[in-house]
């Protein structure tokens, strides 16, 4: 692992730091040198993050009053709590009842309450340095605290531009003038880590030099590429069916993972594809938007709304015929049939007539067991059938697949043997094959897709196959 930059020296500075070369072993290898009497504060965007940071500390034994690990948002939300009448913002923003309108709010007040130099002498106090992960995702309220600690504390930075994709919502601080700028460039990692311990050598080579020509807004030429790297020409004939097949691709090291990726706006091909191949399922958002939708519509009382129950399993596992189903559990319960009722039908009369969470969770787990079926959006079955056991008198089904959407942004993903998602879902994870399913449209946006482009050929150590109409991409 990188041992020739010690973040600990730098007293502000930027590592700009490509995919797979280095980067969290080096924020490892500072807080294990870290000896001083206060923590280090470690700043990134996401709980997934942390959850990815938080394990590989605990991994290499760092002891936890080394350092404080939060989330940009997280630490900014503690800060404006301890002071809510000086910060200025609304109380209301700080319970977090509308994430959409909150985190906004959080995130501007916390740069107008530091620039105030309210809490100086406090952050001085309490910290040592700050390292801030993953700088290249930073919105402008994020970049001026970040400033603000830096007047303060030593500040190291640490970011690669090229995988600059959370910018969906607004502009972010321009790498070379606003981070570089305020933070000047100390080093860049340049060895491809990932793939020298995967042991493959010329596919880590190519990635980097990929990523130079992709950064300078230049093509890449699959011709040239390793022997690792294997091309699917789309050509708009039967292309669905090369894609499905480029699914099937194995690891070639017995149990590795697959990584199938899609642009982020093509979930129902996302999930078309999961359900086609055998073995796959699904990346979900961490908003669980699918429960909290269905928690919302089904209120757990008779008679139960078999119809969206139905609607919701056949969304998220194999095998579910809605309207079959429905309308055998109308002959059955009638007494009119011929043949012997099956288990999840069965299952389907008693939530029809009862409606509660427990012959809800009883329906989905028969018709997970009925011949056939799988389940392909395993994480949105679990969360709500988590959110049906949570609930009760005081705790409504919604209430609880809101306090479930919580906890689930603070873990970590598990990753499947094969996943499919969009680059956004498996950005930070690694598998050993990464599967791009149309290297050209992830996005309308050229620089934007060639961001998503390289975040999805640096998901795969061993082997990538690259679906395209073209040889040439970016």
Sequence with gaps: MPNDINLLDVARGTVEAPAGCGKTELIVSALRRHAGPKPVLVLTHTNAGIAALRHRLSRHLVPKDRYRLSTIDGWALRILKTFPAQSGIAPAHLDLENAGEDYPAI??????????????????ASYSRVIVDEYQDCDPDQHVVVCHLATVL??????????????????????????????????????????????????????????????????????????????????????????????????????????????GTQKELQRKLAKQTPGAVTVE???????????????????????????FAFAVMTGVDREGIAARATTIAAGRHRAPPEAHELAAIRFREIGDAASLIALFRALEAAQGARTFRPEILRACIKALQSSGPDVSFLEAAKRIREQQRVLGRRLPTRAVGSPLLLKGLEGDVAVILD???????????????????????RKLVVCSPSHLLG
């Design 107 to 124: 995130k501007a007040a916390i740069a107008r309450f530091l620039t105030g130099r309210h809490v100086d002498d406090i952050l001085f």
């Design 154 to 263: 030593p500040t190291v930075v640490l970011g690669d531009p090229m995988q600059e994709i959370f910018n969906w919502r607004g502009r972010h601080p321009d790498w070379d003038a606003d981070v570089v700028g305020n933070f000047p460039l100390v080093a860049e990692l340049t060895r491809p880590w990932r793939w020298e311990n995967a042991g493959a050598h010329e596919l880590g080579a190519w990635l980097l030099a990929a990523r130079r020509t992709l950064k300078a807004g230049s093509r890449i030429d699959l011709r040239m590429a390793p022997p690792d790297v294997s091309w699917i020409r789309l050509d708009g004939v039967s292309d669905h069916e090369k894609q499905r097949l480029a699914c099937l691709t194995r690891s070639p090291r017995a149990g590795g993972e697959v990584l199938i990726m899609t642009g």
């Design 285 to 311: 958002a961490v908003d669980l938007t699918d429960v909290t939708d269905f928690a919302g519509e089904v209120g757990l009382v008779a008679p139960g709304n078999l119809e969206a129950a139905l609607d």
């Design 439 to 461: 290297a050209s449209d992830f996005d309308r946006d050229p620089a934007k897709n060639r961001k998503n482009l390289y975040v999805s050929l640096t998901r795969g150590s």
